[in-house]
């Protein structure tokens, strides 16, 4: 598919972006207002109205900001998160990250509980990881992963392939 088409058919209504879980990196882009991130928070905010974060996210976020003491950032992310869907950690979720847990501790790859948590997530809801740490989260089988840092262009050519 030619670039044009893809901005063409964007433009157009046409072009759709799967649901998706916003990864912490991702976050931290969006609210250091990456060019490309905030402009892919926006098309997916027109498509499907809220984010999607997870309780394991929200941790992450909060527990830096509070170790900042960035009080102001603080206010900012209770805002965003009031405005978007903060996905619990299920029992389905906790099954899935624990069986990639031990796939990749036998296959001596081991990812960290916390990022296992974040893809059982992902899968249990049937989302897309949208994350920077694409190498990290690609040993997980079966994870569609995208990320928003790229540039339109780029995504659309990779997308293509």
Do not use: C
């Not at 931290?28 to 974060?53: A, D, M």
Request: hydrophobic share 40%.
């Amino acid at each position: 598919m030619k670039f044009q088409n893809v901005v063409q058919r964007h433009f157009q209504g046409e072009f759709s972006v799967k649901p998706s879980l916003v990864d912490t990196d991702t976050l931290s882009f969006f609210f250091k207002r990456h060019p490309s991130v905030v402009s892919s928070f926006e098309v997916y905010s027109q498509q499907y109205g809220r984010v999607n974060l997870s309780i394991i996210i929200y941790y992450e976020i909060l527990s830096g900001l509070k170790h900042q003491d960035a009080n102001k950032k603080l206010e900012v992310f209770f805002d965003f998160a009031a405005q978007n869907t903060v996905l619990s950690l299920t029992e389905e979720a906790a099954t899935i990250a624990s069986e990639y847990y031990a796939t990749l501790r036998k296959q001596g790859q081991p990812l960290e509980d916390i990022d296992l948590l974040i893809a059982g997530i992902a899968l249990s809801n049937n989302l897309v990881l949208v994350t920077h740490n694409t190498k990290h989260f690609e040993r997980i089988e079966g994870l569609e992963i995208a990320d928003w840092t790229l540039d339109f262009h780029k995504r659309t050519e990779n997308a293509d392939r």
